[in-house]
């Protein structure tokens, strides 16, 4: 089985400050691990995604993740936030080995202050 | 324009009445899914399609049927609505499986009275 734990549901910041968004996720095997951003009454479009290679992912907007694998973490990092960025992300995963299932954490909600 | 549709956006029914909400995407993809989001749930995958018809359940089909007759387009059908199905539903698809980015549709809106 697999599952992901986003584990702040609210994380509020002020504009041009740094910001961190936790994600574990637990599974027996390799993983393909993802985050999704959703803007106020819109669909969630991809911000970065780990598939292999390189565990530093670099995404749109000034997003970056980092995969570890033996603490089995996903932390979504932007190092100067902006208003822009308030929005809710989510977290996914997909177990290795050629699944389809995308499984959704319960989304973190960004608040980016003045 | 690339983008995949959703119809209805908003739809308010009663328990029981069937119902269909349509999903279209123009990028000729072979990968469609749909998704339920609740609060404190985050987005829930119910169906998946591989390609014209493939399906195959997602974490929670029960109560839901889908179809894929032609490459664009996706229905999700409920035979029998019930209000624990009121919820905001998202369709999406992508060039060949969920390991792709996928796009997804403005979302559907359902209220089961």
């Known amino acids: 089985a697999q599952s992901v734990t986003q584990l702040d549901s609210q994380v509020p910041v002020f504009e041009e400050a740094p910001v961190e968004l936790r994600c574990n996720y637990s599974?027996?095997?390799?993983?393909?691990l993802f985050w999704y951003v959703q803007y106020p009454n819109q669909g969630l479009q991809l911000l970065l995604k780990?598939?292999?290679?390189?565990?530093l992912v670099k995404g749109i907007n000034g997003f970056e993740a980092e995969f570890n694998k033996s603490q089995t973490s996903f932390h979504l990092r932007k190092p100067s936030v902006h208003i822009s960025d308030t929005a809710e992300y989510f977290c996914?995963?997909?177990?290795?080995?050629?699944?389809?299932?995308?499984?959704f954490g319960t989304g973190t909600q960004l608040k980016v202050e003045l | 324009e690339a983008q995949v549709t959703q119809n209805p956006r908003y739809l308010i029914t009663v328990t029981g009445k069937k119902l269909t909400v349509t999903c279209s995407q123009n990028?000729?993809?072979?990968?469609m899914s749909w998704y339920r989001q609740d609060p404190g749930l985050g987005l829930r995958q119910i169906y998946y399609?591989?390609?014209?018809?493939?399906?195959d359940k997602g974490d929670v089909p029960e109560g839901y049927k889908v179809s894929r007759k032609e490459k664009r387009n996706f229905p999700l059908i409920l035979e029998s609505p019930s209000p624990n199905q009121t919820s905001l539903y998202f369709c999406?698809?992508?060039?060949?499986?969920?390991?792709?980015?996928?796009?997804f549709g403005p979302g559907t809106r359902l209220l089961v009275l």
């Open positions: 996914a995963v997909i177990r290795g080995g050629g699944g389809n299932k995308l499984t």
């Open positions: 780990y598939l292999s290679g390189s565990t």
């Open positions: 999406a698809s992508s060039p060949q499986g969920a390991r792709e980015t996928q796009y």
């Open positions: 990028m000729n993809h072979e990968y």
């Open positions: 599974s027996s095997v390799s993983v393909y």
């Open positions: 399609s591989m390609n014209v018809e493939v399906t």
